[in-house]
C-alpha cells in the first residue's frame, strides 16, 4: 500500500515558476513509477511526467524543456520542477504510482493517487 500527498500549487503569473512535492509512503516506494498527471477544468486527466525506478524519465510534448522530474527514493518523494509556466498549464496536478510495464499515459494502471494540488498560472 502506498500513500501519495502533493503540496507545493500556488498561484503563479507566466514565466513564473513552482515546484510540486509527492511524499509518498511504504517501504517500497522506489520501486514504484512515478507519474505526474494534470486535469484541467473539462478536460481528460493527461499524464505530465514520469520517473521510472532506474530514474529513466518521459515528458508529454508541451512541457519538455520546461519540466523536470525528479525522485529522493530516501525521503520516498518525488518531485516536479515547473518553470516557464504558461496559462495553459493551470490544472490540478495529481502523483500517482504503479508497478508493471505497459503504456505510461494510461491512466488505470497507476494504482495509487494522490488528492492533488492547484496550479494556476495567470497571463
Known amino acids: 500500500q502506498v500513500q501519495l500527498v502533493e503540496s507545493g500549487g500556488g498561484l503563479v503569473q507566466a514565466g513564473g515558476s513552482l515546484r510540486l512535492s509527492c511524499a509518498g509512503s511504504?517501504?517500497?516506494?522506489?520501486?514504484?513509477?512515478m507519474g505526474w498527471f494534470r486535469q484541467a477544468p473539462e478536460k481528460q486527466r493527461e499524464l505530465v511526467a514520469v520517473?521510472?525506478?532506474?530514474?529513466?524519465?518521459h515528458y508529454e510534448d508541451s512541457v519538455k524543456g520546461r519540466f523536470t522530474v525528479s525522485r529522493d527514493n530516501a525521503k520516498n518523494a518525488v518531485f516536479l520542477e515547473m518553470n516557464s509556466l504558461k496559462p495553459e498549464d493551470t490544472a490540478v496536478y495529481y502523483c500517482?504510482?504503479?508497478?508493471?510495464?505497459?503504456?505510461?499515459?494510461?491512466?488505470?494502471?497507476?494504482?495509487?493517487w494522490g488528492q492533488g494540488t492547484q496550479v494556476t498560472v495567470s497571463s
Open positions: 500517482a504510482a504503479r508497478m508493471g510495464t505497459g503504456r505510461f499515459d494510461y491512466t488505470p494502471s497507476y494504482d495509487y
Open positions: 511504504g517501504r517500497t516506494f522506489s520501486t514504484y513509477i
Open positions: 520517473i521510472t525506478s532506474g530514474r529513466v524519465t
